[in-house]
């Protein structure tokens, strides 16, 4: 497939009519699909356990606000982190994508980067995430750099293991433990909770987003979550999205988080719910949508603890 233009270069799964494929220059626009750019869903649903993170640190610290340099750092952290896991990802499965219909139209199995660029791209993206970790304390440091041991061998496990969302939620949820680090400087008993809430969340929407690949990836033999649970799919979701509603709640209610955090909790399991009634094991158009509205769902848990803090610190 030639990048000679955006519409025969865009990727199957990528946002219709984005940006990347109509305004960038032609020769940046594989790069940028190799980061994801057009599909900011990714970067959005790293960088909120960030920021539900630094909400949580708020309430318990008795800021009146999450701290506002923090979230812009988490911001262009995630969208420079995801763009060098994505790229790192694909660098590993160029191979099996090729045999994928909805990823075979990718850059590098496409043939429109080398592999020897996407590495030279892949150490751009990250020193970009260094010189973001570099702002934070000691211990944040410390905790972020812990979180490439899952982001390594991710892109791996779905070839030895029948549950690779696990590991995928290992590494997407880290940021659940930034913000507390960030804020206080060590981890406490409500940052491993809201870890936990977010690995449930991730292996749950990760779930959803491989019923599009279902039929694919039993041709190629690649393992994935959809294929393990099967007929069983909508309980093995409500099970890991309920696992992160009750992690979350917990960590909310450590934390100290009152009515309008716990009303937050309320809503973004509601979402979550929704998800659940709405899922069909081989509907990928559903599927598909479905994951992209946990942006949504985050953004509500998000807003409610911020919510919260600003509540608390105007009573106290």
Same mark, same amino acid.
């Given at each position: 497939m030639s990048g000679g233009n955006g519409e025969q270069g865009r990727v199957a799964d990528a946002v219709a009519g984005h940006w990347v494929d109509r305004l960038a220059p032609r020769r940046l626009?594989?790069?940028?699909?190799?980061?994801?750019?057009?599909?900011?869903?990714?970067?959005?649903?790293?960088?909120?356990?960030?920021?539900?993170?630094?909400?949580l640190a708020a309430i318990r610290a008795g800021a009146?606000?999450?701290?506002?340099?923090?979230?812009?750092? =988490?911001?262009?952290g995630a969208v420079a982190m995801r763009g060098a896991g994505s790229t790192y990802n694909d660098i590993a499965d160029r191979d099996l994508d090729a045999q994928v219909e909805r990823t075979r139209s990718r850059p590098l199995p496409s043939g429109q980067v080398s592999p020897r660029a996407a590495a030279a791209f892949?150490?751009?993206?990250?020193?970009?995430?260094?010189?973001?970790?570099?702002? =934070?304390?000691?211990?944040?440091?410390?905790?972020?750099?812990?979180?490439?041991?899952?982001?390594?061998?991710?892109? =791996?496990?779905?070839?030895?293991?029948?549950?690779?969302?696990?590991?995928?939620?290992?590494?997407?949820?880290?940021?659940?433990?930034?913000?507390?680090?960030?804020?206080?400087?060590?981890l406490d008993p409500p940052a491993l909770l809201l870890y936990a809430g977010a690995i449930a969340w991730v292996v749950g929407y990760d779930t959803i987003y491989a019923v599009?690949?279902?039929?694919?990836?039993?041709?190629?033999?690649?393992?994935?979550?959809?294929r393990l649970f099967g007929s069983r799919l909508r309980l093995a979701v409500a099970v890991c999205y309920g696992l992160a509603v009750l992690f979350v709640a917990l960590a909310a209610r450590g934390a100290g988080?009152?009515?309008?955090?716990?009303?937050?909790?309320?809503?973004?399991?509601?979402h979550l719910g929704r998800q659940v009634l709405r899922l069909r094991e081989r509907d990928g158009r559903g599927a598909l949508a479905l994951?992209?509205?946990?942006?949504?769902?985050?953004?509500?848990l998000f807003l409610a603890l911020a919510a919260d803090a600003v509540r608390q610190g105007w009573t106290g």
């Open positions: 626009r594989p790069y940028l699909r190799l980061a994801r750019i057009d599909r900011p869903i990714g970067w959005w649903l790293l960088l909120l356990p960030c920021w539900w993170s630094a909400a009146p606000y999450p701290n506002p340099w923090h979230l812009a750092l =988490f911001l262009v892949l150490v751009v993206q990250a020193l970009i995430g260094l010189a973001v970790l570099l702002q =934070f304390n000691g211990t944040a440091i410390l905790v972020g750099m812990a979180s490439l041991l899952p982001v390594a061998i991710y892109p =791996f496990m779905k070839r030895v293991m029948p549950l690779p969302q696990a590991v995928l939620g290992l590494a997407f949820a880290w940021g659940a433990l930034m913000g507390w680090a960030g804020a206080f400087g060590r599009q690949d279902i039929e694919d990836d039993e041709i190629a033999g690649i393992r994935s979550s959809a988080a009152g009515l309008v955090g716990a009303l937050g909790v309320g809503l973004f399991a509601a994951f992209r509205s946990n942006r949504d769902a985050g953004l509500i």
